[in-house]
């Protein structure tokens, strides 16, 4: 694993010692040849773990998240050219560096084998991405924002604390795979249940569950448009990740522990597809929906069978890849209109043809069409809650439909429609915005071909 | 030496400090802290906008969609109409920005509040039209919950226009266009006149054409407040501060017979503090010049007429400011309730004044003797008689066709104007405030047709000209 991570932390002096004219080639360039390195991990012939060192290694439910972190970098790179183009040297490489000391965390803590070790590195992941919404968003509501998702993580997280170490002292030690095979199976008690509470939250709150997402909207609204992305993409993740780890030493409480989660995360992704459908700012849309998408990632691994934990990998990495380019393609128009508004920015299609394309793809994979992994996610979870109580049905489907509405809702309202005076000089796509999108559309369409690699545990 | 060892109680030397007190004094101004760190302590609470650092109420805020560059009734009914036809609840941020909270120069108050719609444009007609529709049913439009009804003291009495014998075969077909466009105006022959208005003197009229519905005049402040009122509670932005520089970024672009052209769009607005240099950036998508008799200075400020006269870059903004008095005299046996606004062949008007036989009236001025009008000073000898007061407001005079100017500028992209009225601003603000908003939201002027007001005219070179204002 340390030929992933010290290239990353040896982005850090690159960044430092580049020229003026050089920074964003030299980053992006050398992201970019670091990112095929987690390939390397796919294709393991058996499912045992396949460690490469006692404190770093990578299985089948990580790679996947892996790849999409280091494949996620230097398309963050790319998109936050435009709006660092007037800051000062010092400035540009200090949210370079952000950038990097953030990548280095999270590829740390996918790879972490002992769970302490996650949590610090967890924790660690909140810094820079504080930093970049509060010093580098747009409005002055990113104060507030920031402080939202500052404490919102915090509070959610410090009980998990406590709970590893408590763990770590029944069970002697926090390695994962130790964990596999040390079963501790839990009574029914009042501290027990509370020890569940405390695992969950931190990563309920991270995902985020309906009644605790209100960070989500503010902050992603706020940040600028790497934050975005990354906040969208991976952090998210973070959470579904957590989450996946510890129901192996947490069972058999989930049985009735998860009911209270299980039913707010269905509710809450109907709540948040409706709300969607009202709303007027382009960015906010794109966050409820990764809320959305994320309640029946919840809601997947609360269900806990091996065809609903494939379904909720599948669907982070698909839901990584097109929440992230919404928010590129949602950045390209701010850049130009310096305005979020949808109304005030219609029938884009008939000026940017190549973009309306994009558009067109990314909402078609949001709305889950096949044959994308977007609706094998789906699919996956859909059955697996089905067999788990076949009245859910009902609320997924109506979710599907929705989530259907909104997507074209969002299209439609961008792309077509009629062009107004103020929008008609535009200027025309950069190479490096449609770059961009395609970097972020090839691995969504190619993984269509062949899902089995994302697919987690199950053969 | 035992003296001075002993910290406090009796003898204080020169070095010692009280107990409690520091240099500058945390407990002088108790009262004064303890409230600043009650305001602090509240702006962490959520709801509220974060002013950790410096306290900037008074600033506008750091991005808009749109910005109005002026309060007046214009700016203000652009306002209402964008809040009143976008889709959704608070989907688009309006801010309105006013240099005089006071209006106390503003050509809406002191305006003499008529409304008439015997022009001879078809588009003019049913601006009026639509305005004395929106007039009526104000408590509609302008209803805010728990506020008492506007009382808009509309008095119907109608406009009446004598022409003379050389004018009067235009006015016969200007009479025609408004009868078709749904204007509601007779025609009176002199002897019809002496009949109806027994005190009007007819040497020298020919015709007259009266206005018999729609017309009159009302109370302009009292429109202005109750639009500011509803806007407010639309959850449009108010701020008090000038407009002192526009940032923009430019394209350069080629038409289709390959001649270069610059584009641009305003993407920040410089908005200036009253007396002090503290200024904020506001970032917009849209600009929006309804600043009245000052519109042709935030034109400068965009750039608009700087090129070589002749070409459209060089094509200014024609509209200045022009200063027009308002004389009011007392006359006890004068013309009864019912008289119209009268305005005579010589273009002098006159209306009545309330219910103390006051009339109030004027007349615009020929071109050599327009006022001065760099302050709104009266001059008493324009008037021959004895008047019991006076007063004088700008005309945003355009000085092309003394028409207004709607819709968006072609080269500079973002920017709109709602500006130019020459005197009737007043009695079209509802349409045109409707118009901006359908071009702004839709692309295209919906429901009244305002294509003849566009900018771009003045390159073009096509007067659209009324025959007589007033």
């Known amino acids: ?459 | 030496m035992i003296r001075r060892v002993l910290p406090h109680g009796l003898g204080r030397g020169l070095l010692t400090r009280r107990p409690g007190t520091r240099r500058g004094g945390f407990s002088l101004d108790w009262d004064g802290k303890v409230s600043e760190i009650k305001k602090k302590i509240k702006s962490i609470l959520p709801g509220r906008s974060c002013d950790l650092l410096q306290d900037t109420s008074h600033l506008p805020p750091e991005h808009s969609d749109v910005v109005i560059v002026g309060g007046g009734v214009l700016g203000l009914s652009v306002a209402y109409w964008l809040k009143k036809l976008e889709s959704g609840r608070n989907a688009i941020r309006v801010l309105v920005v006013e240099r005089d909270h006071t209006y106390s120069q503003a050509s809406t108050g002191l305006s003499v509040g008529g409304i008439c719609q015997q022009f001879s444009l078809p588009e003019n007609i049913q601006l009026s039209l639509f305005s004395a529709s929106f007039l009526r049913n104000i408590n509609e439009y302008l209803a805010v919950v728990d506020a008492p009804p506007l009382d808009l003291q509309f008095n119907p009495s109608g406009y009446l226009l004598l022409a003379s014998e050389k004018d009067a075969a235009a006015m016969e077909s200007k009479v025609k266009v408004q009868r078709q466009e749904g204007a509601k105006v007779s025609l009176m022959s002199p002897d019809q006149l002496r009949n109806k208005f027994p005190w009007i003197n007819t040497e020298g009229v020919a015709l007259a054409s009266y206005g018999m519905e729609n017309e009159g005049w009302f109370d302009p402040w009292c429109l202005l407040q109750g639009l500011r009122r509803k806007v407010q509670s639309l959850g449009v932005l108010f701020c008090q501060g000038e407009v002192t520089r526009f940032v923009s970024s430019s394209q350069h672009m080629l038409t289709t017979d390959d001649k270069a052209v610059v584009l641009k769009r305003i993407h920040e607005v410089h908005v200036q503090m009253d007396h002090s240099l503290e200024y904020q950036p506001v970032e917009c998508a849209i600009v929006i010049n309804a600043a009245g008799a000052w519109s042709a200075q935030i034109a400068a400020l965009a750039g608009i007429g700087e090129g070589p006269p002749g070409t459209l870059q060089g094509t200014k903004l024609p509209v200045e400011p022009r200063k027009r008095y308002v004389y009011v005299w007392h006359c006890p046996q004068g013309p009864g309730l019912e008289t119209p606004l009268v305005a005579d062949t010589s273009g002098a008007y006159f209306r009545r004044e309330g219910l103390g036989s006051n009339y109030l009236g004027g007349r615009s001025p020929t071109e050599q003797e327009e006022p001065d009008p760099a302050n709104l000073e009266v001059d008493h000898d324009f008037f021959q008689d004895k008047v019991q007061s006076a007063w004088a407001g700008y005309y945003d005079y355009n000085t092309f066709d003394q028409n207004g100017v709607v819709g968006p500028h072609p080269l500079v992209v973002n920017m709109y104007f709602a500006t130019g009225f020459s005197g009737h601003g007043l009695q079209q603000a509802p349409g045109v405030g409707r118009a901006v908003a359908e071009m702004i939201l839709k692309g295209r002027f919906q429901t009244i047709d305002l294509s003849p007001f566009l900018f771009t005219r003045f390159y073009l070179g096509e007067k659209i000209q009324e025959n007589i204002i007033i």
């Not at chain 1, 959610?156 to 604390?161: A, D, I, N, T, Y």
């Open chain 1, 1 to 459: 694993m340390l030929k992933l991570i010290i290239p990353t932390i040896m982005l850090l002096p690159l960044t430092w010692l580049s020229k003026k004219h050089m920074i964003w080639i030299n980053t992006t360039t050398h992201s970019l040849i670091i990112s095929p390195i987690p390939l390397l991990f796919f294709n393991q012939t058996n499912n045992n773990l396949l460690t490469y060192s006692l404190s770093f290694s990578s299985d089948p439910l990580t790679t996947p998240l892996l790849m999409l972190t280091t494949w996620l970098l230097p398309l963050m790179i790319m998109a936050s050219q435009h709006h660092l183009y007037n800051e000062p040297l010092l400035r540009k490489k200090l949210y370079l560096s952000m950038l990097i000391i953030l990548q280095i965390s999270l590829i740390m803590t996918f790879t972490a084998t002992e769970l302490m070790m996650f949590y610090i590195l967890f924790e660690t992941t909140l810094i820079p991405t504080l930093i970049i919404i509060t010093r580098w968003g747009n409005q002055p509501e990113r104060l507030n924002a920031g402080s939202y998702f500052l404490f919102y993580t915090l509070v959610g997280s410090l009980p998990l604390l406590i709970a590893l170490i408590h763990t770590h002292n029944t069970l002697g030690s926090l390695n994962i795979m130790l964990l596999n095979l040390s079963s501790q199976n839990l009574t029914d008690s009042w501290s027990n249940n509370l020890m569940w509470l405390a695992y969950m939250m931190a990563f309920m709150v991270k995902m985020p569950l309906y009644g605790l997402h209100l960070w989500l909207p503010k902050a992603h609204v706020e940040a600028p448009i790497a934050g975005s992305m990354v906040l969208a993409a991976v952090l998210l993740k973070l959470g579904g990740y957590g989450m996946m780890r510890l129901t192996l030493i947490l069972s058999p409480l989930t049985k009735h522990m998860a009911y209270p989660f299980l039913m707010l995360s269905l509710w809450g992704m109907i709540m948040t597809s409706s709300i969607c459908l009202r709303q007027t700012d382009l960015k906010s849309l794109i966050a409820y929906s990764s809320v959305s998408h994320m309640a029946l990632v919840i809601a997947a691994i609360l269900i806990q069978t091996p065809w609903s934990f494939t379904g909720a990998i599948v669907l982070m990495i698909a839901h990584g890849l097109t929440s992230s380019l919404l928010f590129c393609l949602a950045n390209s128009n701010y850049e130009r209109t310096h305005s979020r508004i949808m109304i005030l920015s219609r029938g884009l299609q008939t000026l940017f043809p190549l973009m309306a394309f994009w558009w067109l793809m990314a909402n078609l994979a949001n709305l889950a069409l096949p044959p994308t992994i977007n609706l094998l996610g789906e699919l996956f979870v859909l059955m697996a809650s089905f067999s788990w109580a076949n009245t859910t049905i009902m609320l997924t489907g109506l979710n599907m439909l929705i989530t259907a509405l909104y997507s074209l809702y969002m299209f439609i309202m961008t792309q077509r429609g009629m062009l107004t005076h103020h929008i008609k000089n535009m200027k025309p796509s950069l190479t490096r915005e449609n770059m961009l999108m395609l970097m972020h559309l090839f691995p969504l369409l190619l993984l269509s071909i062949n899902p089995n690699i994302i697919t987690g545990f199950t053969p």
